[in-house]
């Protein structure tokens, strides 16, 4: 390199004060020619394009095991009594190895299912099921708020489109649902690659268990509208992803989660309670006593 830079300065006719100049440089080794090319070369004059991601309770990341376990470091258990027997359980575990954030999704599933069921037996919500909107609100909570509405409603509206377009084919149920779910993976990646391009970090970021969740959860919508008219079906999806919504951020409430971890027997078991004083209930739902209580009014009066 060295030799290279002297036979330019030769050749090109440079002025003898800077040929002077150059051989003076090479010759005491100063290596100010070699410094300043090989700053140029250092990572810092690289621009690096980096997405943040965001903290996912249902990922074991350095930023939420931390953020959890430092929830018991500063609250230790004491000793093992019969009134703190779970969260010690609870510590014990988080200390041989086990995420605490997979205690807490653990401890805080059975809520979430015990919310569904109240809603439909005592509310009159009427969801699908009482697994798909608890598996839809683990889906919003590990892909956020806004992106998991997204991808919802763009899994949602291609099952619907794809599966009028292709009824004139007439295929079995099963080839069907293959080639439904082919297209709503390819609407998903193309879904993924304009977000890469426009820099949507919260899609990018989303991991495969809560994409393959919301594609999997599009056969169940598929035979909602199969079997139920438009405007059932579009009832039943809409109070479904309400239900999804409102676990979700219950599921992603830092206070829910504290108290979860410093108070696990209340949640456990008061949770079975819950379900019992529930299930044993046998009056009117509110939306039936909203819409008979004109009707009860008139027999009153009677």
């Given at each position: 390199?060295k030799?290279?830079?002297?036979?330019?300065?030769?050749?090109f006719?440079?002025a003898?004060?800077?040929?002077?100049?150059?051989?003076?440089?090479l010759?005491?080794g100063?290596?100010?020619?070699?410094?300043?090319?090989s700053?140029?070369?250092?990572?810092?004059?690289?621009?690096?394009?980096?997405?943040?991601e965001?903290?996912?309770?249902?990922?074991?990341?350095?930023?939420?095991k931390?953020?959890?376990?430092?929830v018991?470091?500063?609250?230790?258990?004491?000793?093992?009594?019969?009134?703190?027997?779970?969260?010690?359980?609870?510590?014990?575990?988080?200390?041989?190895?086990?995420?605490?954030?997979?205690?807490i999704?653990?401890?805080?599933?059975?809520?979430?299912?015990?919310?569904?069921?109240?809603?439909?037996?005592?509310?009159?919500?009427?969801?699908?099921?009482?697994?798909?909107?608890?598996l839809?609100?683990?889906?919003?909570?590990a892909?956020g708020?806004?992106?998991?509405?997204?991808?919802?409603?763009?899994i949602?509206?291609?099952?619907?489109?794809?599966?009028?377009?292709?009824?004139?084919?007439?295929?079995q149920?099963?080839?069907?649902?293959?080639?439904?779910?082919?297209?709503?993976?390819?609407?998903?990646?193309?879904?993924?690659?304009?977000?890469?391009?426009?820099?949507?970090?919260?899609?990018?970021?989303?991991?495969?268990f809560?994409?393959?969740?919301?594609?999997?959860?599009?056969?169940?919508f598929?035979?909602?509208?199969?079997?139920?008219?438009?405007?059932?079906?579009?009832d039943?999806?809409?109070?479904?992803?309400?239900l999804?919504?409102?676990?979700?951020?219950?599921?992603?409430?830092?206070?829910?989660?504290?108290f979860?971890?410093?108070?696990?027997?209340?949640?456990?078991?008061?949770v079975?309670?819950f379900?019992?004083?529930?299930?044993?209930?046998?009056?009117?739902?509110?939306?039936?006593?909203l819409?008979?209580?004109?009707?009860?009014k008139?027999?009153?009066?009677e």
């Open positions: 390199m030799t290279f830079l002297l036979v330019c300065a030769c050749v006719g440079l003898q004060p800077v040929r002077a100049q150059i051989v003076s440089e010759a005491t100063s290596g100010t020619l070699e410094s300043s090319s700053a140029e070369a250092t990572p810092s004059g690289i621009v690096e394009k980096k997405i943040e965001k903290p996912d309770l249902t990922q074991p990341t350095v930023e939420v931390s953020k959890l376990e430092k018991l470091e500063d609250n230790p258990v004491g000793t093992l009594k019969y009134s703190n027997f779970l969260r010690y359980a609870v510590v014990r575990a988080v200390k041989n190895g086990v995420p605490v954030n997979t205690v999704l653990v401890l805080l599933f059975p809520l979430v299912v015990a919310i569904v069921a109240a809603a439909r037996h005592l509310i009159g919500v009427r969801g699908v099921g009482i697994l798909t909107p608890a839809l609100a683990v889906a919003f909570l892909t708020v806004w992106a998991g509405v997204l991808l919802f409603l763009i949602l509206l291609l099952a619907t489109t794809v599966r009028i377009a292709i009824r004139r084919l007439k295929l149920y099963l080839p069907r649902m293959a080639l439904l779910l082919w297209f709503v993976s390819a609407g998903v990646f193309g879904a993924l690659l304009v977000a890469s391009v426009f820099d949507l970090s919260g899609i990018v970021t989303v991991g495969i809560p994409i393959l969740i919301l594609m999997l959860l599009a056969e169940t598929i035979d909602i509208q199969v079997s139920r008219s438009s405007s059932e079906a579009r039943i999806i809409l109070q479904t992803f309400i999804a919504m409102v676990s979700s951020l219950l599921l992603g409430w830092e206070e829910v989660q504290r979860v971890l410093l108070f696990p027997e209340i949640i456990f078991f008061g079975a309670i379900d019992i004083f529930v299930g044993r209930y046998t009056g009117l739902r509110m939306v039936e006593y819409m008979f209580k004109p009707a009860m008139d027999d009153d009066e």
